[in-house]
């Protein structure tokens, strides 16, 4: 069955950049996204990726795809505290419809 | 304009109680979804709506757990005889419609089974 797989924990420096990777299992996947969830707040998509595509680039944000080995990573630059959250990896069943979800990663950003 | 709203925010009932979860989606959205995230998880799928219909309710863990969506918008989850494994926050999300569109989520109803 589907499955993603991601690191649970990732420190950083503000002000460095952050990788946060995930690989996943399902290559007829035709999206494939990161959500960030802070305490108290609902999950929000920061940004996706067409199966198609390698990298895609939003302001800060590098999303890197490789298909082959089903590797997906998030690069944020310049990493705020602001930053600091939890950040899943998803990819949408190959119906298009349901998403399946990866365990998570914590960023902690220390000043 | 509002986002996706659920109620209540937070549920505690005891072991074997029923229980049921709202949620009011994004006006004109034709797609709802519900997913369950226990304690330092990802969210987990549960169920699909298309309008009033269950496209997929493939990640419904057993026939305890079922979901309405009578008019196409509101949709309320309902668990009967409730587990202490049924504890997490149940998730409810809503997009336009068609597949792969951003689904946007609301702020989830923490369900805590005594």
């Known amino acids: 069955g589907e499955d993603v797989e991601q690191s649970l924990f990732l420190s950083v420096r503000e002000g460095d950049s952050s990788v946060i990777n995930c690989t996943y299992t399902d290559s007829s996947s035709t999206y494939l996204y990161w959500y960030k969830q802070e305490p108290g707040a609902g999950l929000q998509l920061l940004t996706y990726?067409?199966?198609?595509?390698d990298m895609k680039q939003d302001q800060r944000l590098t999303v890197l795809l490789n298909k082959k080995d089903k590797h997906l990573s998030l690069r944020i630059a310049d990493t705020q505290t602001g930053d600091s959250a939890i950040y899943f990896c998803?990819?949408?069943?190959?119906?298009?419809?349901?998403?399946?979800f990866g365990q998570g990663t914590e960023l902690s950003v220390k000043p | 304009g509002a986002g996706v709203s659920q109620t209540p925010s937070n549920k505690v009932t005891e072991k074997g109680k029923y229980v049921e979860l709202r949620c009011d989606p994004i006006?004109?959205?034709?797609?709802l979804y519900w997913y369950r995230q226990s304690l330092g998880q990802g969210p987990e799928f549960l169920i699909y709506f298309q309008g009033t219909g269950a496209a997929d309710d493939s990640g419904l863990p057993n026939d305890r757990f079922f979901a309405v969506r009578p008019e196409g918008s509101v949709s309320t989850l309902k668990i009967q005889r409730t587990e202490r494994g049924d504890s997490a926050v149940y998730l409810c999300a809503s997009s336009v419609g068609q597949a792969n569109n951003e689904q946007f989520f609301g702020p989830g109803t923490r369900l805590t089974v005594l």
């Open positions: 998803a990819e949408s069943d190959n119906q298009g419809g349901k998403l399946i």
């Open positions: 990726i067409f199966s198609n595509m």
């Open positions: 006006s004109g959205h034709t797609a």
